[in-house]
């Protein structure tokens, strides 16, 4: 181990350099005229595992394609067997003026690296990917056989992966899968994430007229597709922040006395949460704290609204449709499906009759809940301390990982959340940065890792 921990202190600056060059491929999978940039990244990522010594292949798919690797397998006796999932897409960097430096041009200002993927999630799996490179350079054994499943399309789904898995299904046959996609409160609190929220996506249209009309001469006649949207969806929500559609809350689980306690305890507060995020004050479900109701309590939310002209100056018009992008994020034991449901007949049912109504229903995926008490588990945490020197914290996250359950289901195997962006990352805002020790902690964490995961 001593040789192993050598060398990812050694070669550190040469790690940084290599996530430099993975971060300027602009691997944006919801943009179609990336489709090469994803393409180029994935084969990058390919001869990089080649390199360090991993047998890796490029798998394509409907979508984008999906990069394999393993650890080379000795045929002795049959050893525990550990899959690592990641994703080399990215979101979209709009809008690209807010942005200090260019999103695809990785910048290193003291130990902040600024990069579209550098903490989601980039930056994440390659300090795996470099744990492993330390044991295969050392020649130093590992424990355990593993297997790197990197794809290209968690931002807009996961779309090709549920069948890349039933594919592969006895080839990436494991006991654990180890994710590092989420976040940990800070460099003092190293974190096992033990549940997600799930989400469901819709979009929602509302149609007028046939075209868009003058405003001064058929304005007031007939009803106007924006103010009628913006009716229906106000009254989604309460004053108190909570959800109105009915049954949306029927399936929440409440949160144990105990969970209450222990989010509590995290480091981040009201407070530093409301100076984080620029907001003049913070607004939410009354009753939860901001942790509780970023992370445990589900939500209903615009993401997109679009209607009307948009260009600048003014343009006096009935515009002839509106539309918002929505979703919802969802909690254990709500179920997709009926979200979808309960949306659906009740937008319907207070649509008024002068707007004609469309729904679609977009990407949906449950929450994810494990226990923090499992042998694995256990284990992650030893090894969270070790790299880090601080003792963990148990965490839920507020954002999905759908593919999560499909592995469970596919694989049978539950996975470790072991997340290495502060709150700080800009995860899908302007200026996503990395930390770059907690890059390099995670390489020491990947490193304990599969000792300690090979022991249980
Ligand atoms: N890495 C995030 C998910 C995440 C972030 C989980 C922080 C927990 C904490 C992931 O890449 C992501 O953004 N997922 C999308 C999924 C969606 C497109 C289905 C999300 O949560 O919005
Ligand atoms: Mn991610």
């Known amino acids: 181990m001593e040789t192993v921990l050598r060398y990812l202190c050694d070669n550190e600056s040469r790690f940084v350099a290599e996530l430099c060059e993975y971060l300027r491929f602009a691997s944006v999978s919801a943009q179609p005229q990336h489709r090469k940039d994803l393409r180029a990244c994935a084969e990058w990522l390919v001869k990089h595992c080649r390199h360090i010594g991993l047998e890796a292949r490029l798998c394509p798919t409907a979508g984008h394609p999906i990069v394999m690797a393993k650890t080379p397998r000795t045929k002795s006796m ?13 979101q979209p960097p709009e809008p690209f003026e807010l942005w200090k430096s260019p999103p695809f041009e990785p910048r290193i200002a003291g130990r902040s690296l600024y990069a579209r993927g550098s903490a989601d999630n980039k930056g994440q799996h390659l300090a795996h990917l470099k744990a492993v490179e330390a044991y295969l350079k050392t020649g130093t054994e590992l424990p355990c056989d593993l297997t790197f499943v990197i794809e290209g399309e968690e931002e807009v789904g996961s ?18 899968i180890v994710i590092s996609d989420t976040g940990m409160p800070s460099l003092k609190h190293p974190a096992l994430t033990y549940a997600l929220r799930g989400i469901i996506a819709f979009e ?3 149609h007028g007229p046939s075209r868009d009309l003058h405003s001064g001469i058929f304005g007031g006649a007939v009803d106007n597709p924006a ?15 909570r959800v109105t559609l009915p049954g949306f809350y029927d399936d929440v689980v409440p949160l144990s006395a105990y969970e209450r306690k222990e989010l509590a305890r995290l480091p981040l507060k009201d407070r530093d949460i409301k100076k984080l995020l620029g907001v003049p004050e913070l607004f939410g479900e009354r009753g ?16 997109g ?38 949306v659906c007949q009740h937008l319907s049912h207070i649509c008024p009759p002068s707007v004609q109504l469309d729904i679609e229903a977009g990407h949906g995926a449950e929450a994810y809940l494990v226990s923090p008490e499992s042998k694995p588990a256990q284990a992650a945490l030893r090894a969270l301390e070790a790299a880090f020197h601080c003792q963990p914290v148990l965490l839920r996250e507020g954002g999905s990982i759908p593919i999560v359950t499909e592995m469970k289901r596919i694989l049978g195997a539950d996975s470790l959340l072991l997340g290495l962006a502060l709150p700080d990352a800009n995860a899908h805002s302007p200026n996503e940065m990395l930390n770059l020790d907690c890059f390099a902690k995670g390489q020491l964490m990947s490193a304990y890792l599969w000792r300690e995961l090979s022991q249980t």
């Open 288 to 303: 939860y704290s901001a942790e509780e109701r970023r992370s445990a309590r589900p939500t209903f939310e615009i993401n």
């Open 204 to 206: 929602i249209t509302l």
């Open 78 to 90: 049959r050893r525990p067997r550990f899959l690592v999932y990641g994703h080399y897409d990215v």
């Open 159 to 176: 779309n090709s992966l549920a069948s890349f898995l039933k594919r592969h299904r006895a080839e990436l046959g494991c006991d654990v």
């Open 305 to 342: 609204l679009t209607s009307g002209y948009q260009g600048e100056g003014s343009k006096t018009i009935v515009p002839a449709w509106a539309s918002a992008k929505i979703t919802c994020r969802l909690v254990p034991n709500q179920k997709p499906e009926r979200i979808r449901k309960l």
């Open 227 to 241: 103010m009628a949207l913006c009716q229906l969806l106000g009254q989604l929500r309460d004053p108190n922040g």
